[in-house]
């Protein structure tokens, strides 16, 4: 019974082994993964619906984009979705891959540039996609975490844009996945990109009432 037992625990270890080599694996992070540096940035004060991408001067590669919104610390969180194509990577909204989300860092607590994870980046594991597969397309999304109670896209997806949010465009990994044999391939298509959100109710209802205000004024 003992022999059994043993026999059957070194099988299920075995098949649980040969399940996770069989994901695909492949490295993310926007700070030194494939060498790119792609500060992510929150909302622009002025514009909070306004959306830009693209690397600034002081990213690598250097970029020309201008961001007026703060570079994020550790109150946001971003998070990689990947699938075999673009479409599956649109209607993923859970991050089923393992190691999947992060927090950004504070630079006066880890001494890393605010906007940026950690140095090195992750290793994650592609779930459902096996390793060797060619073509996987990635996103990277990040949101404010609001103290940590936002922890997936689904749940920025539910607020309607009222918790800010941003993405990146969906890339193409440059090499197939990898399946615990050589390095995985890095997000390093990556590119900065700022983070929007939809003006609180009450001041989209100022800013109606000022301009009644303005238009009664005229009137008379």
């Known amino acids: 019974m003992k022999t059994t037992l043993a026999l059957a625990v070194l099988l299920f270890g075995s098949v649980a082994f040969s399940d996770l080599r069989a994901q695909g694996q492949f490295q993310w992070g926007n700070n030194g993964v494939g060498g790119i540096v792609a500060r992510i940035y929150g909302v622009d004060p002025a514009n909070p619906l306004q959306t830009r991408i693209g690397n600034a001067a002081n990213g690598t590669p250097v970029g020309t984009q201008v961001y007026a919104g703060p570079l994020l610390g550790s109150a946001y969180t971003a998070g990689i979705y990947v699938g075999r194509t673009a479409a599956e990577v649109m209607v993923n909204i859970q991050t089923p891959q393992a190691n999947g989300t992060a927090q950004f860092r504070n630079s006066a607590t880890t001494g890393l540039p605010l906007g940026t994870l950690v140095t090195g980046g992750f290793a994650a594991i592609a ?67 700022q983070l929007t959100v939809v003006p609180e109710p009450s001041l989209i209802a100022l800013g109606a009432l000022g301009l009644g205000a303005l238009l009664l004024r005229r009137r008379k």
Request: zero cysteines; aromatic letters at 8%; charged letters at 10%.
């Open 127 to 193: 779930d459902g996609i096996p390793g060797g597969t060619p073509g996987v397309n990635y996103q990277l999304r990040a949101w404010d975490n609001r103290n940590g109670t936002v922890t997936s896209w689904a749940q920025v997806m539910a607020s309607g844009g009222t918790i800010a949010s941003g993405q990146s465009e969906i890339l193409v990994f440059g090499a197939v996945l990898g399946s615990g044999v050589g390095t995985p391939p890095p997000t390093d298509g990556l590119r900065s990109f």
